[in-house]
C-alpha cells in the first residue's frame, strides 16, 4: 500500500500556473504507474493525467493537452502535475493515485485504483 500526499493547489487568475506534487510513502513508486484525477462538485472524477512507471509515456484527457505536464522524480518519490494557461473549468480537487504496474498501459477510470490521497482544492477564477 501507497500513501499518498497532495499539495501545491490554491487559488488562481484564468490563464495562471500552477504546479500540484504528490508525494508517496510506504513503498518505493518505481514500478507504479502514477496519475492526476480531478473532481469538480457534483460531477464524477475523471482522469487528468497519467504516466508509466519508466516515463516512456504520458497521457492526457483531451481538454488539458498542451496546458498541463505530468513528471516524476522516483529518486524523491514524487509525482508532478505542472499546470498551465488555467482556466475556470479546471477548477476541482485534485488527486493523485498509483497503480503498480510495469505495462505501457494506464488506465483512466477511477476503479482501477486502490490508494488515493487526500486531495488538493484548485480554483480557477475568471
Known amino acids: 500500500q501507497v500513501q499518498l500526499v497532495e499539495s501545491g493547489g490554491g487559488l488562481v487568475q484564468a490563464g495562471g500556473s500552477l504546479r500540484l506534487s504528490c508525494a508517496a510513502s510506504g513503498r518505493s513508486i518505481e514500478n507504479y504507474a502514477m496519475v492526476w484525477f480531478r473532481q469538480a462538485p457534483g460531477k464524477e472524477r475523471e482522469f487528468v493525467a497519467g504516466?508509466?512507471?519508466?516515463?516512456?509515456?504520458?497521457y492526457y484527457t483531451d481538454s488539458v493537452k498542451g496546458r498541463f505536464t505530468i513528471s516524476r522524480d522516483n529518486a524523491k518519490n514524487t509525482v508532478y502535475l505542472q499546470m498551465n494557461s488555467l482556466r475556470p473549468e479546471d477548477t476541482a480537487v485534485y488527486y493523485c493515485?498509483?497503480?503498480?504496474?510495469?505495462?505501457?498501459?494506464?488506465?483512466?477510470?477511477?476503479?482501477?485504483?486502490?490508494?488515493w490521497g487526500q486531495g488538493t482544492q484548485v480554483t480557477v477564477s475568471s
Open positions: 504516466i508509466t512507471w519508466d516515463v516512456v509515456r504520458t
Open positions: 493515485s498509483a497503480r503498480q504496474t510495469l505495462g505501457q498501459v494506464v488506465p483512466a477510470e477511477p476503479h482501477a485504483y486502490y490508494d
